[in-house]
């Protein structure tokens, strides 16, 4: 059995864009079969049409399987994680920019999608239950994501915290083409 890995981008983004072709090329070079969909309507994401796509792409999963999420492609993950049967784990996953309790938004951008992922309720222990191992990577300079995003990964789903210094929202807009702690991350939650 093959360690596969998933990358899920977020909000308004691509698989081809920022450091996820960096990461998928790193990865494969250590032996992984790396998966990075393009999720559907990304200008406008919801739970009702990205959880299916994970769950279309990634089929069984097993303690093989393994997560790299940016944004809003961490709220899909442990959506997607929650929607799992009891008995089936996966390898771990890796966070970056996750939020599960705040976003800062202007007041000209979209409310009403952040409003529908973070007032969708979660099963955090459940989710956890599916989920052995973690590591969320956070900016201290995040103009969306606060800093206090870390609490509920860190006290719940017991991730391991790491904060990187002035990567803003880890995007390829703002100058991040590659990302050495999300594939650190990964290569410690898989060994």
């Known amino acids: 059995m093959h360690k596969r ?51 279309e792409v990634v089929g069984v999963a097993d303690e093989q399987t393994y997560f790299v999420g940016h944004s809003m492609g961490c709220q899909t993950i442990v959506r997607y994680l929650e929607t799992l049967p009891a008995n089936v784990n996966v390898g771990g996953a890796v966070f970056v920019a996750g939020f599960l309790s705040k976003l800062t938004l202007d007041e000209n951008e979209d409310h009403e999608t952040a409003n529908h992922w973070l007032n969708a309720p979660l099963d955090l222990i459940k989710i956890k239950s599916h989920l052995p191992k973690s ?27 790491i ?29």
């Not at 081809?16 to 406008?44: C, D, R, T, Y």
């Not at 969320?136 to 206090?148: E, K």
């Not at 210094?165 to 060994?191: C, M, Q, R, V, Y």
């Open 163 to 191: 904060i990187e210094h002035e990567k803003k929202h880890f995007s390829g807009d703002e100058g991040t083409i590659e990302l050495p702690a999300a594939l650190n991350a990964l290569l410690k939650i898989s060994s």
């Open 135 to 161: 590591i969320a990577i956070f900016s201290d300079d995040d103009p969306y994501v606060p800093m206090d995003n870390q609490n509920v990964f860190r006290d719940v789903l017991g991730s391991e915290i």
């Open 5 to 55: 890995v998933f990358i899920i981008h977020g909000w308004d983004g691509t698989p081809v864009h920022g450091w996820f072709p960096w990461l998928k090329n790193k990865l494969e070079k250590q032996g992984f079969e790396v998966i990075a969909p393009q999720m559907p309507e990304a200008s406008a994401p919801r739970i009702y049409n990205w959880v299916p796509k994970l769950s």
